[in-house]
């Protein structure tokens, strides 16, 4: 079972949540309860290292620069306000949505980035890709 730690500053400008196992062999934390079923505590909001999300869409589509430069400000100034939504389909993170803020945290050399996350199946990938 995940144990769920969750740091909110009196300012409420950001927050962090962090998933923990009590796994002692340093294996990476159950997100979402363990379930695979897409069952369980529904969608979690954890960090993400940018390299592990999957942006099959990228290549299609372009951002706008601006509105790029204007969330690199923000960000920059007082964080993420909005988590991106990302689905897990067998271990593996896809995000289709957040393609400004994602692209921001590239450029400004950020590691990671706060990720909503959905169980999913082969077949909710399916639907996102058509």
């Known amino acids: 079972m995940a144990n769920l730690m969750m740091r909110l500053p009196i300012s409420l400008r950001s927050f962090s949540v962090s998933a923990s196992s009590s796994s002692s062999n ?57 988590p991106i939504d990302v689905i897990e389909v067998d271990g593996a993170y896809y995000g289709f949505s957040g393609c400004h803020r994602f692209e921001a945290h590239q450029k400004l050399g950020l590691p990671t980035i706060r990720c909503k996350i959905r169980k999913g199946t082969k077949e909710t990938l399916r639907h996102h890709l058509r």
């Open 26 to 82: 340093g294996s990476p934390p159950v997100i979402g309860g363990g379930s695979s079923s897409g069952g369980g505590l529904g969608p979690m909001i954890v960090e993400l290292p940018l390299e592990k999300i999957r942006r099959p869409l990228m290549r299609t589509r372009s951002n706008d620069q601006n509105k790029v430069k204007e969330l690199m400000d923000s960000i920059s100034q007082i964080g993420l306000q909005v």
